[in-house]
């Protein structure tokens, strides 16, 4: 059994003082079969009231909004998860796998994470590297997605900030880069051309000195849950050629990043924006105490404003999203 204490920063900084904020995050992570978040606070500055809901895919989903003016904005969430022992996953299935699967899909409402989405689409590159890498239905589903999860994993480079996090799924395919987004994304379109139901993980991954993962570890991460049958929803994680086990904290699930940003919103004002965040995973085999104050590193040495009082005129609200790019 595992214990993840979890500290996430993510700060707004405008150049011009904005009227409002409206914003929406997920980052309160998970519970289900295998992991379950003991313990979860959301600290936002400027001060305002947060509401929380579940939505249809079972994300816990927090929402604010600030209507004072401010020139920043900062948000603190703070989880501590505790993760079960996971069976190992075999390498392959039986002969009929592929009709169990398709039984299985015809079965269950599924056909969400078998369509086309915002950046997990079937374009001409997609199915060129289909061919190049050979994704047809052969062997079994598990053999084909061990497979392609390692011929991902050597095909991409790992370049943090080569791509936006609007970035189309073409730019990574043809550059050969990209952060773990990209190869996220482009592995669900794959499993989803030869129909195997695949749905994008937004979350942590903890990292030890022993570990020699190529992503960032002061980041979110992402990796993909497949859809098997006689196993369930297995997850996959292309960046690191990794089965999905306990060091893999889930925060959402979605169709792809476009349904599950960290941070999602809007402010009143004109300005530009300056986005930082940071990620601090601690592990232990035993659960910590709940009311222990976590360390603050060094580089988080952020000054938290009271609110202020409201604008004395209104301006026009901007509609930017205001995403993070999942590393």
């Known amino acids: 059994m595992n214990f993840y204490s979890i500290r996430h920063l993510t700060r707004f900084r405008y150049s011009r003082a904005i009227s409002e904020s409206i914003m929406e995050t997920r980052m309160h992570p998970r519970s289900d079969s295998h992991q379950h978040c003991l313990n979860f606070t959301l600290s936002v500055s400027p001060r305002c009231r947060v509401f929380t809901y579940r939505d249809h895919l079972g994300n816990n989903v927090q929402h604010f909004d600030i209507p004072g003016e401010h020139s920043q904005l900062v948000i603190i969430a703070e989880s501590v998860v505790e ?43 997609l199915t060129l590297l289909a061919s190049q890498l050979e994704v047809k239905r052969r062997d079994d589903p598990l053999m084909l997605v061990h497979e392609l999860n390692q011929r991902l994993f050597d095909y991409f480079e790992y370049v943090p900030s080569h791509t936006r996090v609007d970035s189309p799924i073409d730019e990574a395919i043809v550059s050969g880069k990209g952060v773990c987004q990209d190869f996220a994304h482009t592995m669900i379109a794959l499993l989803r051309h030869v129909r195997i139901p695949a749905r994008y993980v937004s979350g942590y991954l903890y990292r030890s000195r022993e570990d020699h993962d190529r992503s960032t570890p002061d980041a979110t991460h992402a990796w993909v849950d497949v859809l098997l049958p006689h196993l369930g929803w297995i997850g996959f994680d292309p960046t690191n050629n990794l089965v999905a086990h306990h060091r893999h904290i889930r925060t959402a699930v979605g169709r792809d990043y476009a349904d599950v940003p960290p941070t999602h919103g809007i402010f009143r004002g004109k300005t530009e924006s300056e986005l930082y965040v940071a990620v601090h995973v601690e592990a232990g085999d035993q659960p910590p105490a709940l009311d222990r104050k976590l360390p603050i590193p060094e580089d988080w040495s952020v000054l938290v404003e009271r609110a202020q009082q409201p604008p004395d005129h209104i301006v026009p609200a901007i509609d930017l999203q205001q995403m993070q790019q999942q590393q």
């Open 83 to 125: 993760q079960q022992p996971l069976p190992d996953v075999p390498t392959h299935l039986s002969r009929d796998a592929w009709g169990a699967l398709d039984a299985l899909v015809r079965s269950g409402d599924y056909w969400e994470m078998l369509l086309p989405s915002t950046f997990a689409v079937e374009t001409p590159a």
